[in-house]
């Protein structure tokens, strides 16, 4: 029974893929994940998360400060490095999101 629930399931996505419309596709891969690390009763980490969640960025955060920035936040795009908040608003500026 189970096998014929998944064939099923396979051949239902199968014709949703082939009736996808392809030209949205370079839009479907613009899914951002961030890091933050943050540390409590910081306003700016507070600031950069919601800035994060108003532009519907998935992110991780992690308490504590990163080796690779001073201050907190410190957050990273992708696997890439951003900075901290004033970075990260910038990096948005620059962004049509």
Known sequence: MAAKNICL????????LASLDLSILP???LIMIATIYTMSNCPWCVKAKRLL???KVEYREIN???NKWQTV???EIDEQPVG??????????????
Do not use: T, W
């Open 9 to 16: 399931y396979q051949l239902v996505y199968l014709q949703a």
């Open 27 to 29: 839009f479907v891969f």
């Open 53 to 55: 969640d108003l532009k």
């Open 64 to 66: 504590g400060k990163s």
């Open 73 to 75: 936040p410190y957050i």
């Open 84 to 97: 901290g908040f004033i970075e990260l608003a910038s990096f948005f500026r620059g962004k049509a999101r």
